[in-house]
């Protein structure tokens, strides 16, 4: 039973198409994120989701528009895509307890390659 | 200073061997400091992670030490195996942030 999942796993899709991943969490977390892995293996946040409100938007371009149907959910749409949006893209999820955050749970990636 | 800097970027050890990755940090906000393990295909899974109350945390081979004065924190894989060949990622982050910054990763290959 996969915690948390993420739909593709693979996308290939041209210049100037619109694309959407699914990503869902059955651990019962209040806070999903998504991140992106250059192919450098740089991990990097680009936004972050609390009982489906939106936290952090880390200089994302706004042609990347998540959204957060319920907190089990965060999709992640991206509109007009470019050469440099090619990277692996992971969802994550977490729970911040009485002590701060603790262990984020990760999908197993969505890898995009604009051609 | 949000980064979180990692060295070294890549590390061959021998089977047996201990391995040292070493992550430094300029925040002292940052209150929690997970490591985690990605082999190929896979995303990022957590391995171990410490609070800045402790000063060392061990689970089985694997070893955290937190210098909170030198703002500096490490992993060391004792008998290092083949199995243990992945892509390790240091990460910190503080209550209320809602994110991890990791660090840049270190590529470590253990040989049979």
């Known amino acids: 039973d996969t915690a948390v999942s993420q739909t593709p796993k693979y996308l290939v899709t041209q210049m100037g198409n619109d694309k959407s991943i699914k990503c869902e969490q059955n651990?019962?977390?209040?806070?999903m994120y998504w991140y992106k892995q250059d192919s450098k293996k740089f991990l990097k946040i680009m936004f972050s989701?609390?009982?489906?409100?939106?936290?952090i938007n880390e200089t994302v371009p706004n042609r990347f528009s998540p959204k957060s149907p319920d907190k089990a959910h965060l999709n992640l749409h991206i509109n007009s895509l470019e050469l440099g949006d090619s990277a692996v893209y992971f969802c994550?999820?977490?729970?911040?307890?009485?002590?701060?955050?603790?262990?984020?749970?990760f999908g197993q990636g969505t890898r995009l390659t604009v051609v | 200073q949000q980064q979180v800097k990692q060295s070294p970027q890549s590390l061959i050890v021998q089977k047996g061997g201990i391995s040292i990755i070493n992550c430094a940090y300029e925040?002292?906000?940052?209150?929690?400091f997970p490591w985690y393990q990605q082999f190929p295909g896979k995303g990022p899974a957590l391995l171990i992670a410490?609070?800045?109350?402790?000063s060392e945390k061990k689970e089985g081979r694997f070893t955290i030490s937190f210098n909170k004065s030198a703002k500096q924190f490490s992993l060391h894989i004792m008998d290092s195996q083949p199995g243990d060949s992945a892509t390790y990622f240091c990460?910190?982050?503080?209550?209320?942030?809602?994110?991890?910054?990791f660090g840049t990763g270190t590529r470590l290959k253990v040989l049979a």
């Open positions: 410490i609070r800045p109350d402790v």
């Open positions: 651990l019962g977390h209040d806070t």
């Open positions: 989701y609390n009982n489906k409100e939106l936290i």
């Open positions: 925040n002292t906000a940052f209150d929690y």
């Open positions: 994550a999820s977490s729970q911040e307890g009485n002590t701060g955050l603790a262990e984020a749970f």
């Open positions: 990460a910190a982050s503080f209550s209320g942030t809602y994110k991890y910054i």
